[in-house]
Nanobody, 122 residues
Framework: QVQLVESGGGLVQAGGSLTLSCAAS????????MGWYRQAPGKQRELVAA???????NYADSVKGRFTISRDNAKNTVYLQMNSLKPEDTAVYYC????????????????WGQGTQVTVSS
């Protein structure tokens, strides 16, 4: 079983910055993709940014040029640097990751964090 723990959310004024962190722990053999999703009230959860083990990244059009995703493979941690925040970025941000675990056998896993609130005031 692999757990993801997020941190770094909070309240910020429009134009400000925040950095989210998500650390994976457990019987991790390998982590493939790590990503951030967000869900605003009354809306569906959407992909914000993702990064695969080789370092390639993918961003939602709405955050390109403002958000940067990165990962520290030694720490099993993914980060989301958010700059030039807008009120429409207000949402609960969730970390997601998948890979392989090893206890008695090798098994795939796909885990979600508990979510962290980001609120951007105008």
């Amino acid at each position: 079983q692999v757990q993801l723990v997020e941190s770094g959310g909070g309240l910020v004024q429009a134009g400000g910055s925040l950095t989210l962190s998500c650390a994976a722990s457990g019987s991790i053999l390998r982590i493939n993709a790590m990503g951030w999703y967000r869900q605003a009230p009354g809306k569906q959860r959407e992909l914000v940014a993702a990064i695969i083990s080789g370092g390639s990244t993918n961003y939602a059009d709405s955050v390109k040029g403002r958000f940067t995703i990165s990962r520290d493979n030694a720490k099993n941690t993914v980060y989301l640097q958010m700059n030039s925040l807008k009120p429409e970025d207000t949402a609960v941000y969730y970390c997601n990751a998948d890979g392989l675990s090893f206890t008695m056998t090798i098994r795939p896993w796909d885990s979600w964090g508990q979510g962290t609130q980001v609120t951007v005031s105008s």
